[in-house]
């Protein structure tokens, strides 16, 4: 496999070793894995109809019922500061990195606090939580869209 250069851009400092690069560069940020089991859930479940990254709502929910103005939000566990099972931050680059992931909580709050502002009810789906149980998951958000009827 040939060596790839990658172009950049300043917000991230180097890694020490290339595959790190390459290994972060594949990393999505739709269609992610928990996002499609939690898809697959709802579509099992008998819930169709959703929209996919709405750019109409604050924050562009990962899933958004617009009708029912129900916005659901799937978090990956280390992106997000995962609450259930507390990922490590990385010890490489750890200056940077808590400034990264802290900005990513924050950033987090704020389009909760903006999509509850207009009226949106809010569902977190952890990365962890759906591996575990996506179903379960799936119904947390069928309770969502049930007490906005």
């Known amino acids: 496999m040939a060596e790839r250069s990658y172009l950049r851009d300043g917000r991230a400092p180097v890694p020490k070793d290339p595959r790190t690069s390459a290994l972060m560069s594949r990393i999505k940020a739709k269609d992610t894995a928990p996002e499609l089991a939690l898809r697959k859930a709802l579509r ?33 566990c280390f992106w997000h500061g995962c609450p ?3 990922p490590r931050r990385p010890r490489n680059n750890s ?14 709050a704020r389009k909760v ?24 998951q799936a119904e947390r958000v069928i309770r969502a869209l049930t007490r906005t009827r």
């Open 44 to 76: 099992e479940l008998g819930y169709t109809g959703y929209r996919l990254h709405y750019t109409k709502a604050p924050a562009r929910p990962d899933i958004a019922f617009v009708g029912q103005r129900v916005a659901v939000l799937v978090h990956g």
């Open 84 to 86: 259930h099972c507390t």
């Open 113 to 136: 606090r903006e999509l509850r502002q207009e009226g949106w009810r809010v569902v977190t789906s952890w990365e962890c939580r759906i591996e575990r149980n996506a179903k379960a």
């Open 95 to 108: 200056a940077f990195w808590s400034a990264k992931l802290d900005a990513n909580k924050a950033r987090d």
